[in-house]
């Protein structure tokens, strides 16, 4: 029922810019907060940021935070991350995710809530 895809990702020069974008259907997208991860090869999953159903709130993991930006426009079903100033260590598969809730809880960075997910699209930084 729910369909979770996101896209934007490839290949950008350290230091350089990126913007991904998720799509979501089969769900109400207004009510549900939404979420962004990433896992990188031979490390665990972790949370680069969560905004809330209405986008006035939003939370970013201290290994992103400065550098990336959640926003989501409603009416579109759409979901956004800007990331500028990539480094070395963002290269990951990026994970688009929604939420049962309407908030982010204090477990967000570990997906807790996060039920639908999409199928990822690769973020790779050249040096």
């Known amino acids: 029922q729910v369909q979770v895809v996101e896209s934007g990702g490839g290949l950008v020069e350290a230091g350089g810019s990126l913007r991904l974008s998720c799509t979501a259907s089969g769900l109400t997208f207004g009510k549900s907060a939404m979420g962004w991860f990433r896992q990188a090869a031979g490390k665990e999953r972790e949370g680069v940021a969560c905004?809330?159903?209405?986008?006035?709130?939003?939370y970013y993991g201290d290994s992103v935070k400065g550098r990336f930006a959640i926003s989501r426009d409603n009416a579109k079903n759409t979901l956004y991350l800007q990331m500028d100033s990539l480094q070395p260590e963002d290269p990951a598969m990026y994970y688009c995710a929604a939420s049962s809730l309407s908030v982010c809880l204090g477990t967000w960075s570990s997906a807790g809530g996060f039920g639908d997910w999409g199928q990822g699209t690769q973020v790779t930084v050249s040096s």
């Open positions: 905004i809330i159903y209405n986008g006035d709130r939003s």
